[in-house]
């Protein structure tokens, strides 16, 4: 085997060696549940990766495309340096009013923008005086490719795209899947993976993150 199963014991040893959920993300977590929210947040040791990523790279623009409950927004924007921007897309009105509320919450109102709609249709309408370091795509899995096709024009050189879910819940290997979701993942693995503009790896934390760099 040329990996090492994360069994729980491991994931507990990880967790509390690496914390990155504090009260505040953990409420949010809950009062998402309350509310109805499905519990599909991200990891808390994806926030610990995108937390130390953004700041090994010096992100000050970040994109994400699918806020949910704002748990990834919030994680992100956290480690965002003053004068920094995170623009959140998400499709359902009352998910939006309860980021943007958790987003006061958290004194993050200067750098978290939440747009709702559709997110095919926000990217289109997009503007940027400068272009993004780093979009996190984590919505819709039949969106994953267009959102990619969309967003690496927003992208400067440099700048990272990544995509959660990318194991598709362990079916990614599944040439034969008529799963529509899991269709849709191997769909925009192959297309990162061989994009002419993009340098891509897949990372097996969580569900699977499959990152691309823009290099041309
Ligand atoms: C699920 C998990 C996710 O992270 C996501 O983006 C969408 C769905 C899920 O577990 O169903
Ligand atoms: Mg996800």
Redesign the pocket.
């Known amino acids: 085997m040329k990996y090492t199963p994360i069994t729980d014991e491991i994931y507990a040893y990880m967790s509390a060696t690496f914390p990155a959920e504090d009260d505040f993300l953990r409420t949010l977590k809950r009062e998402a549940d309350e509310a109805g929210f499905p519990p599909?947040?991200?990891a808390p040791e994806q926030v610990a990766f995108l937390q130390m990523f953004l700041k090994a790279t010096g992100a000050k623009r970040v994109l994400e495309i699918?806020a949910?409950a704002g748990y990834?927004a919030v994680g992100m924007a956290r480690a965002l340096p003053e004068g920094s921007s995170l623009l959140t897309l998400e499709r359902e009105p009352r998910h939006a009013d309860f980021v943007r509320r958790k987003v006061r919450e958290a004194g993050l109102e200067n750098i978290v923008e939440v747009r709702t709609g559709d997110a095919a249709q926000l990217l289109r309408e997009i503007t940027v005086d400068s272009l993004f370091d780093f979009v996190f795509i984590?919505?819709d899995k039949v969106g994953y490719t267009t959102y990619l096709d969309l967003t690496l024009p927003l992208v400067r050189v440099g700048g990272v795209i990544c995509g959660?879910?990318t194991l598709a819940w362990g079916n990614i290997a599944d040439s034969a899947s008529t799963d529509k979701t899991v269709q849709a993942l191997r769909n925009f693995n192959a297309a990162i993976s061989t994009h002419p503009q993009l340098q891509a790896c897949l990372l097996p934390i969580?569900?699977g993150m499959t990152f691309g760099v823009k290099v041309g």
């Open positions: 599909i947040h991200i699918g949910l990834s984590d919505a959660d879910n969580a569900e």
